[in-house]
């Protein structure tokens, strides 16, 4: 399979495709802190979106766009077993078994593996020194086997945003963000994740005003 870092690309690329007559962000400033390795957390004003109490690992922030995985959304089916069969990938049963989530609005079709570092394999992105995304099969039949990097999840689906997006996003206060840790990425139970991660940054969401959009 393509690496990683290609893929990523072509989602940003994808990402920047505006419906006809839309108008195109202002460009990110290369200037301003990428937010890739941290986690974007939506604010609680962002009541009636595809994002309402999102929890999202950035896995790419540059100025031709930025990629991000959700972490909050669980999925309950397909099993982690029963896409191993669709995919052809033995043994099945797994030796050992993750949990799925919805990574996120876009391209659901495609599945990525969000994990720890202690394993990588070709087709790795090593998005800082504690985390990394795999897109290929490799890592898939490493669980599998009762391998692989010892904390992951398989998202199908990312979130993703074109040139500028986030950013003017961010100034409009739609969201904070925060250093992550392995139990807010991998933790299974999703309850209180995003308060959770409200608490990292010392915040009560529920006295936030709405002023300040920035971590």
């Known amino acids: 399979m393509r690496a990683i870092r290609a893929k990523i690309e072509t989602m940003v690329d994808q990402s920047t495709r505006l419906a006809p007559g839309a108008r195109s962000p202002e460009p990110r400033d290369p200037t301003e802190t990428s937010l890739s390795g941290q986690v974007l957390i939506a604010m609680p004003n962002m009541t009636e979106s595809k994002f309402t109490r999102s929890v999202i690992y950035m896995c790419a922030h540059t100025d031709e766009g930025a990629m991000g995985i959700v972490v909050n959304r669980p999925l309950n089916a397909p099993r982690f077993a029963d896409l191993l069969k669709q995919l052809d990938v033995a043994p099945a049963p797994p030796a050992r078994d993750i ?7 876009v391209d659901k079709g495609r599945g990525f593996v969000l994990h720890t570092n202690d394993w990588t394999g070709e087709g790795s992105l090593r998005v800082d020194d504690k985390f990394a995304l795999t897109a290929s099969l490799d890592v898939l039949k490493a669980i599998a086997e009762g391998g692989g990097p010892s904390q992951c999840v398989l998202a199908l689906g990312y979130a993703g945003w074109g040139p500028g997006q986030l950013d003017a996003e961010i100034q409009k206060n739609t969201w904070l963000s925060a250093p992550p840790d392995e139990t807010l990425l991998f ?29």
């Open 99 to 105: 949990r799925l989530c919805d990574g996120g609005p």
């Open 187 to 215: 933790d299974p139970s999703n309850e209180g994740k995003w308060q959770r991660a409200m608490g990292k940054l010392g915040v009560d969401p529920r006295l936030l005003s709405g002023v300040a959009g920035h971590a």
